[in-house]
């Protein structure tokens, strides 16, 4: 399937998607869309972002300790680093 709209690039680097193209790929406000770029084109494609958690669970449970640890204080970040690790 083929369908081409044209729009204007605004002062800011916006552009609305022509509803007609938000209506084929279901685009709804709040909808996460992605460009790629390729020797033929642009493709621009509804996509999902999945937060990744920024720690693993021992990593979690090594803060939650070291942080019941009241009045624990380190010279370095690496002085930490290396308490938690041993944890």
């Known amino acids: 399937m083929e369908h081409m709209e044209i729009a204007k690039v605004t002062s800011k680097g916006q552009v609305t998607i022509?509803?007609?193209i938000r209506e084929i790929l279901k685009l709804e406000p709040g909808s996460?869309?992605?460009?790629?770029?390729?020797?033929d084109g642009i493709y621009l494609s509804?996509?999902?972002v999945i937060e990744k958690p920024?720690?693993?669970?021992?990593e979690w449970k090594a803060i939650e300790k070291?942080?019941?640890e009241k009045g624990r204080s380190y010279?370095?970040?690496r002085e930490a680093k290396d308490h938690i690790d041993n944890l």
């Open 32 to 39: 996460t869309v992605m460009f790629k770029v390729t020797k």
């Open 46 to 48: 509804p996509c999902e």
């Open 66 to 68: 070291l942080v019941a």
């Open 54 to 58: 920024v720690y693993t669970l021992k």
């Open 75 to 77: 010279k370095t970040v």
């Open 18 to 20: 022509p509803a007609t």
